[in-house]
């Protein structure tokens, strides 16, 4: 079976990733968990059935099953990672896709070109438009916006994890800096992390903080951005069971 660019192959218990060549052989966890979600492919997959499989071996823990959804989801990719999507307070689900056209023909390759041509179009009018590029007649420099903070903090294994803030102001940024303090605590009680970059940012009406983690897995590069809702005051964000659930740690 195609999942995104990658094959399993249920009798090897394999994932091969077919853009690089990659294969790798499923744990009992990330095997057992995959296989459920492909038997009920479209339908909710509740996470006591995860954890069961088929009554063979020991259940799984709930930090098992929730390890071996990241690591799928970390090995199929940031393109791919959305086809096994999360169900709040249900459980785990495996999106029905199309696989990848093999041959294109002339007529596929001109409507593809001419979207191209136009979405290329609509980007330089918008940089333009809103000033990120500057030419002096000598060169074009492009503005980025600066971080109000930028802080290191090491894994029980030595690992290093980068957390940057970014505000839209320099003032009343308390909160912010309360969330990114967490965040460094957080992963200094890790042993492993994926995870080498952490951006936090806060909207306008400080309602919403949207939370960037960047790192490497398997050799690739993974990505992940999630946006959290506080409409309660004062506002906390991130607790001890956010954390859990997002397994910041490997």
Excluded at 47 to 72: N, Y
Aim: proline residues 3%; positive net charge; contains cysteine.
């Amino acid at each position: 079976m195609q999942l995104g660019h990658c094959r399993f192959d249920i009798d090897k218990q394999e994932l091969t990733n077919l853009d690089s060549g990659d294969v790798w052989h499923l744990p009992r966890a990330e095997f057992q968990v995959l296989c459920l979600l492909i038997d009920y492919q479209g339908k909710v997959v509740a996470k006591p059935l995860l954890k069961k499989g088929d009554g063979e071996q020991a259940p799984l823990s709930d930090s098992s099953v929730t390890r071996a959804v990241f690591t799928l989801r970390s090995f199929l990719g940031p393109q791919y990672e959305s086809l096994i999507e999360t169900v709040k307070g249900q459980g785990y689900l495996l999106r029905h896709h199309r696989c990848r056209k093999e041959k294109y023909s002339s007529s596929d390759i001109n409507r593809f070109s001419a979207k191209l041509l136009a979405g290329v179009a609509v980007v330089l009018l918008v940089i333009f438009s809103c000033g990120w590029i500057v030419y002096d007649s000598t060169r074009i420099s492009v503005s980025t916006p600066v971080p109000l903070q930028s802080n290191k903090v090491k894994t029980i294994s030595g690992h290093t994890v980068k957390v940057i803030l970014y505000a839209h102001s320099k003032t009343n940024n308390g909160l912010l800096t309360e969330l990114g303090q967490t965040m460094l605590q957080s992963f200094s009680q890790c042993k492993l992390t994926s995870w080498k970059n952490v951006y936090l940012s806060l909207s306008h009406d400080k309602q919403v903080l949207n939370v960037t983690l960047r790192g490497e897995q398997f050799g690739q590069s993974i990505i992940r951005n999630l946006k959290i809702s506080d409409l309660r005051q004062p506002k906390q964000f991130i607790n001890q069971q956010w954390l859990q659930g997002v397994d910041i740690c490997d």
